[in-house]
């Protein structure tokens, strides 16, 4: 088959397979292409879309970014369920077999450095966030119209107050739940808190943290970050994984969607 070759990730040789049905990038099958002792997944990509300027097009394309980016993050979901992938960079492409394999020798001692270190672990992802406005404790009851404008301006230092208090609070405990995590895990990443117009997520984003777990320890980290979603009215935890691990695996890698 013709077309550029699309990279994935690199990984060490694994033995059971993926998933029968699984299709990559513009529907085309990964496929692995061992060489040395690392393997490069891999799938055939037109170059009309895929090519240097298509490609770079492309890009600022949102809808097929985020096709492309959908069906990236699907194949590295289908290899962290059977093997340790590092991945690379969505749209990384590569004339023919050729390429990819002096990409890989050309980074070959710092793959295997790297896959050494991540060899059985995970990424879990835990974000903090406090809600913009508290609800009120009476929905049902309207609040008492305000006697005067003196009366009106009381009661808006007192809602900011209330809410710069909830925000200190979210980041102490924001602060006291990654040390936490932190002691948990090999070893963490702080990511910059995610931006509301960018994420779609409700509420002021306080902690974006990544942590390397080993998979066996998984549980007991997962238990761990349960244990505090129900904390403190008006602040919410969200944990996410497992996922490769992104946020270790070195200059190489994108970050994950959503991230």
Request: glycine share 8%; with cysteine.
């Amino acid at each position: 088959m013709t077309g550029l070759r699309y990279v994935y990730a690199v990984c060490r040789p694994f033995g059971t397979p993926l998933q029968a049905q699984l299709t990559g990038v513009g529907g085309d099958p990964p496929r692995l292409m061992p060489h040395h002792d690392l393997v490069a997944v891999v799938s055939h990509v037109p170059e009309g879309e895929f090519g240097e300027e298509p490609l770079r097009a492309n890009l600022e394309d949102l809808d097929w970014l985020t096709a492309v980016a959908r069906a990236h993050q699907g194949v590295i979901d289908a290899l962290t369920t059977v093997t340790t992938p590092l991945p690379l960079r969505l749209g990384t492409v590569f004339r023919d077999d050729s390429g990819v394999r002096t990409m890989i020798e050309a980074r070959e001692e710092s793959f295997t450095r790297t896959l050494d270190r991540l060899e059985g672990r995970v990424e879990w992802g835990v974000k903090v966030y406090v809600e913009s406005e508290r609800e009120p404790e009476t929905p049902a009851e309207p609040a008492a119209k305000p006697a005067s404008g003196r009366d009106y301006l009381r009661r808006r230092r007192m809602a900011t107050k209330s809410q710069d208090d909830l925000w200190q609070r979210a980041e102490t405990f924001a602060t006291q739940l990654h040390e936490s995590l932190s002691g948990s895990a090999e070893d963490s990443r702080l990511h910059a808190p995610q931006n509301p117009a960018l994420s779609g997520a409700a509420g002021r984003n306080v902690l974006n943290a990544a942590y390397l777990v080993p998979r066996a320890g998984s549980e007991e980290f997962v238990e761990k970050v349960e244990t505090t979603k129900d904390g403190i009215p008006g602040i919410r935890v969200e944990l996410t994984g497992p996922w490769a691990a992104y946020s270790f695996a070195g200059e190489e890698t994108a970050e994950k969607e959503g991230s």
